[in-house]
């Protein structure tokens, strides 16, 4: 186990004692309410990571090198932040899925398109926005976010 986790870990132990020694009434409550929601998040949580190693089992390392490594880093993005814009996962499993994704030969910068696109465009919630904020601003706002998340994904490549 890495440090950062052990930390993360001695800190949480610590504080539930904490939370135990302050008020132990409340803190069997908020760790009765936290086990139910994970319990109705397991299921989710399980299957879209069975997805995830499905996809990596079933599409070879070459096959992500070829569309997300080899190919230009504009063209890469460009498909990374498209499959971004129309996935709808949670962010916490976007992480691990697009570490793997690098390490099996993925850009960086194909990467932060498809975290970034997949956090601020959203196409398969869009009738949702249009509903309530009106067709002209969920284009413009998916329009504007889509290009900043390019640009956003960009300035990383840069960095990195």
Do not use: Q
Not at 39 to 54: D, F, K, Q, T, Y
Not at 70 to 93: E, K, M, N, Q, W
Not at 114 to 129: D, K, Y
């Amino acid at each position: 186990m890495d440090p950062t986790t052990i930390g993360l870990l001695v800190i949480a132990v610590s504080l539930l004692i904490w939370s135990t020694l302050k008020d132990k009434k409340k803190t069997k409550k908020s760790l009765n309410v936290a086990k139910n929601m994970f319990r109705g998040i397991a299921v989710e949580i399980i299957s879209i990571l069975a997805l995830i190693g499905l996809f990596l089992t079933l599409v070879p390392p070459e096959t992500i090198r070829i569309f997300l490594g080899d190919t230009s880093v504009t063209v890469a993005t460009l498909i990374s932040a498209s499959f971004g814009t129309v996935t709808l996962i949670p962010a916490f499993v976007a992480f691990p899925l697009a570490s793997s994704l690098v390490d099996a030969g993925a850009h960086l910068v194909s990467m932060a398109a498809f975290i970034t696109t997949l956090t601020m465009v959203g196409f398969i919630t869009a009738p949702i926005e249009i509903k309530y904020f009106g067709k002209k601003f969920t284009l413009v706002r998916n329009a504007l976010s889509f290009l900043a998340a390019i640009a956003i994904s960009l300035g990383m490549g840069l960095i990195l």
